[in-house]
């Protein structure tokens, strides 16, 4: 009998499977493909907070922004690189919404030395941009650190069920809890109001003459050189998905474009192609993530009929999956969410901490049963 089972590993998976780890639980971590095999092995691992005036995404970031460069630097600092990063806007919109981030954040800024600035494109110069110190992370060694202490099982998980007080799954494990941790793949649990947007990611990493010390980000992420090696990475295809197109995607396209907009942004020269990292991530409607336990829809529909027109919901009334939460939905951001938030879930399951009604999945059941 396990205490907990993560069904994804991937950055949120592997960032649960540390925290319970660290309280020294039995933890049995399920992938289909392998650890960091998906979205988060592609993913340019940048952590960052979002550069934006204002919002409920821009503040939760923040928060983890700083609690993840921290919690990297101080418990994986071999897979975590500090460098500065530069945010170079796009357009004129986005010129106006760095003034008023810098005009408005806490954090400390920086600014560009002499010498980047002569790299940087015609274009690039022009655009406002904002510079702190931050960092990237090394997604395979981090997840796999993560999970040092877990019993890893490459296996796809096919059958989930809730048996006198534990989890069965594919029949031969047990576990007192089961964490989601699937990203925009196949959850498992089948419930109309739970829907995720897949976005298709896609990294390369390169050989070139260039020398970069910064994280540049405009249209595309680029890193820090390392060994005469740097990456190139983008969330930036919205409509590919793996399980529903009928064609493959087009990875020399791929390659083109991120080189292109590499080029908007820095001059790169004598460029080879090292390797390509692919992968869908997952992020939710409503931009924000999705963090805590499901709601049963029949059920709750059946019980809390009278209540579910309400102008604000209230959350406590509604009926649950036993044992059963999720972490998912970090779009673009799971490097920087997943420790923060696999922190706020295992305090939740572990000592009955509360999680904000903002990220709970039951906001989506609240707005579908009102459609009902």
């Given at each position: 009998m396990y205490?907990?089972?993560?069904?994804g590993a991937g950055i949120n998976g592997c960032s649960v499977a540390y925290e319970f780890i660290k309280e020294g639980k039995r933890v049995l971590l399920f992938d289909k493909e392998g650890i960091a095999?998906?979205?988060?092995?592609?993913?340019?691992?940048?952590?960052?907070?979002?550069?934006?005036?204002?919002?409920?995404?821009?503040?939760?970031?923040?928060s983890a922004f700083e609690y993840s460069y921290d919690f990297y630097d101080k418990n994986f600092p071999l897979a975590f690189t500090k460098a500065p990063l530069i945010h170079i806007a796009k357009d004129e919109a986005d010129d106006e919404a760095l003034r008023v981030y810098k005009q408005n954040t806490q954090l400390e800024l920086q600014s560009i030395p002499l010498d980047v600035q002569a790299q940087l494109s015609e274009?690039?110069?022009?655009?406002?941009?904002?510079?702190?110190?931050?960092?990237?992370?090394?997604?395979?060694?981090?997840?796999?650190?993560?999970?040092?202490?877990?019993?890893?099982?490459?296996e796809k998980v096919d059958t989930l069920v809730f048996d006198d007080d534990f989890w069965v799954i594919n029949e031969s494990?047990?576990?007192?809890?089961?964490?989601?941790?699937?990203?925009?793949?196949?959850?498992?649990?089948?419930?109309?109001?739970?829907?995720?947007?897949?976005?298709?990611?896609?990294?390369?990493d390169i050989k070139t003459t260039t020398q970069n010390f910064y994280s540049l980000h405009q249209y595309v992420s680029i890193?820090?050189?390392?060994?005469?090696?740097?990456a190139i990475g983008a969330t930036h295809n919205v409509h590919y998905h793996p399980?529903?197109?009928?064609?493959?995607?087009?990875?020399?396209?791929?390659?083109?474009?991120?080189?292109?907009?590499?080029?908007?942004?820095?001059?790169?020269?004598?460029?080879?192609?090292?390797?390509d990292y692919t992968g869908l991530r997952s992020g939710s409607f409503d931009y924000l993530p999705m963090l805590g336990s499901l709601v049963l829809s029949k059920e709750t529909l059946l019980t809390c009929k009278g209540s579910?027109?309400?102008?604000?919901?209230?959350?406590?009334?509604?009926m649950y999956y036993p044992n059963l939460s999720m972490i998912n939905g970090s779009g673009g951001y799971g490097f920087v969410l997943a420790p923060y938030l696999a922190k706020i879930l295992t305090e939740h399951i572990l000592h009955d901490k509360k999680i904000s009604e903002r990220i709970s999945p039951a906001r989506f059941f609240a707005r579908w049963a009102k459609k009902r």
């Open positions: 205490d907990v089972a993560i069904i095999s998906g979205g988060s092995g592609a993913a340019g691992a940048f952590i960052s907070p979002k550069f934006s005036k204002a919002g409920e995404l821009k503040e939760l970031l923040h274009d690039a110069k022009k655009r406002e941009n904002v510079c702190i110190y931050a960092g990237v992370v090394d997604a395979q060694k981090v997840c796999n650190d993560m999970n040092c202490g877990a019993k890893f099982v490459k494990y047990s576990a007192k809890n089961v964490v989601l941790a699937t990203g925009a793949y196949d959850m498992l649990i089948q419930e109309p109001y739970m829907k995720l947007r897949g976005v298709w990611g896609h990294r390369i890193s820090p050189s390392h060994e005469g090696q740097l399980e529903k197109a009928d064609k493959p995607y087009d990875v020399e396209q791929g390659r083109a474009e991120l080189l292109h907009k590499a080029s908007q942004t820095m001059n790169l020269d004598n460029i080879e192609i090292v390797k579910l027109h309400v102008k604000k919901p209230n959350f406590t009334e509604y």
